[in-house]
């Protein structure tokens, strides 16, 4: 299948796009700290929130409010905190808002949050997708010039399902899949350290390696993951959290050399549009 109808989005250079098959698997909190991670890498990173039932990405990052505007009041200028562009339907609305549109109204919200915002100069934009492979994901996917799609899971057999139905997906729209992460792969105790697999294990790396994709890292259940959402302060930001740091670091150097070898292979970067 032929993506067509890409739009190139001002002010960013690649869009690596993080997805689900399911909800609740943790793809918004890895998004942040992919993100982060990036980041501290060098990258002048952008995050849009395009999970527009569930805005979740404001939260994680603390931030509120309505964003500002161009002195020509045409383009929104995306929220900064530790770095990174921020742009999310939850800065636009309140916060107990049911967010009831059929497809087409999603699609539309989503195309505004991504092509009517004041990029700055973006190396890497990454998109945390709605949950799911359905009629939102796939236009996105077909008119969105997304360079890779990450695809995050939990082990459990239901989640690794929707996986497949995820990696069949993008390469139905010749988007390239640059692997799969593991979250909640183990419960780490946090009197003791033991690891508990909870969800069983390892599904993710076996589903990886029979499509043939990169397993890109895994990530243990741990309560702090959840206490720094809640509190608006991302896990990777705290110096004190060194082993998680690297975990997602690891993601992020592996994500970097994808998109660099992309590039060695198609050519030269694509360049802004004034």
């Not at 890498?41 to 527009?52: C, E, F, Q």
């Not at 390469?171 to 899949?177: A, D, F, H, Q, S």
């Not at 946090?190 to 890292?217: D, Q, V």
Request: net charge negative; charged share 25%; hydrophobic share 40%.
């Amino acid at each position: 299948m032929e993506n067509k109808n890409i739009n190139l989005v001002n002010g960013v250079k690649q869009i690596i796009a993080i997805a689900s098959g399911k909800g609740g698997v943790g793809k918004s909190t890895t998004s942040v700290n992919v993100a982060l991670a990036l980041s501290n890498l060098g990258k002048r990173i952008g995050l849009l929130d395009a999970d527009v039932y569930g805005p979740s990405i404001p939260k994680m990052l603390g931030l509120s409010g309505k964003p500002d505007t161009t002195k020509e009041g045409k383009k929104i200028i995306p929220k900064e905190k530790l770095g990174i562009q921020t742009m999310s339907i939850g800065f636009l609305v309140a916060e107990d808002t049911p967010m009831i549109w059929r497809g087409p109204m999603v699609m539309s919200a989503i195309k505004q949050l991504l092509y009517e915002v004041e990029w700055n100069d973006v190396d890497i934009l990454v998109i945390d997708l709605p949950p799911g492979t359905g009629d939102t994901q796939l236009t996105l996917a077909q008119q969105v010039p997304i360079s890779g799609s990450v695809i995050v899971s939990t082990p459990q057999d239901v989640a690794l399902l929707d996986v497949k139905k995820g990696i069949n997906m993008f390469k139905k729209v010749e988007i390239p899949v640059f692997g799969v992460i593991e979250n909640m792969s183990y419960f780490l105790c946090p009197h003791c350290s033991s690891k508990t697999e909870i969800f069983s294990y390892g599904g993710a790396k076996k589903t990886a390696n029979e499509y043939g994709i990169e397993f890109l890292g895994e990530i243990p259940l741990d309560t702090k993951i959840r206490e720094h959402a809640d509190k608006g302060e991302p896990l990777f930001n705290n110096k004190e959290n060194i082993e998680y740091n690297e975990i997602y670091t690891k993601i992020a150097n592996k994500l970097i050399d994808k998109l660099e070898n992309q590039e060695s292979a198609t050519g030269p970067k694509i360049n802004f549009i004034d």
